[in-house]
């Protein structure tokens, strides 16, 4: 969890604890990095979520994002907390890559709702997309060449290889 405000950082800390996720904090988005990017010498963690408010003093959420993207490492499920709630900042937020987007104040169920159905889309993505690219070469598994772009409610697939998109149904 990345936020500056102590009080929002906690109460989602706690909520998340109490659903038996392992939480670490950051108050920066610089730490935060530090953290993801495993700039630590002893950092071997790997992170299913990451939650991250978008407004803060230094480099904001987009940044993180961002730089997160540039690493190469794989973007784990990436939510964004704020108390930004108008269209447009919901909409820069989905173009930079968000999963979703969770105005404050929020309640736990919110919180815990959009943590599980987007680890779970996670999951389906990953499990159709290992299939079928196992089953394109004949049983072998091989490393993705393609970008897969998002999950839609029924199930389709977008993927791009910097040719065109592909839609699989799931």
């Known amino acids: 969890i990345i936020d500056d405000d ?3 950082r906690q109460f989602a800390a706690d909520v998340l604890t109490a659903e038996g996720y392992y ?3 950051a108050d920066t988005a610089e730490k935060g990095l530090s953290i993801l990017l495993g ?3 002893k950092n ?13 003093p230094g480099a904001d959420g987009f940044e993180v994002l961002k730089k997160l993207r540039k690493s190469k490492k ?3 499920v990436f939510i964004y907390i704020t108390a930004m709630k108008e269209r447009k900042d919901l909409r820069k937020a989905m173009e930079a890559g968000a999963d979703d987007f ?3 104040p929020f309640m736990a169920d919110e919180l815990i709702r959009a943590v599980k ?11 159709t997309y290992s299939i079928n690219r196992i089953n394109k070469n004949d049983g072998e598994k091989s490393q993705p060449e393609e970008d897969i772009l998002a999950l839609d409610y029924s199930g389709n697939i977008f993927i791009d ?4 998109a592909k839609f699989i149904n799931v």
């Open 102 to 104: 969770i105005s404050k």
């Open 117 to 127: 159905i987007q680890t779970e889309k996670k999951e389906k993505i990953k499990n």
């Open 6 to 8: 102590d009080n929002i």
């Open 44 to 56: 071997t963690e790997t992170f299913d979520v990451i939650i991250c408010d978008i407004m803060m």
């Open 39 to 41: 700039k630590k010498k």
């Open 23 to 25: 939480v670490i904090e």
């Open 161 to 164: 290889n910097g040719r065109k």
């Open 74 to 76: 794989e973007v784990p």
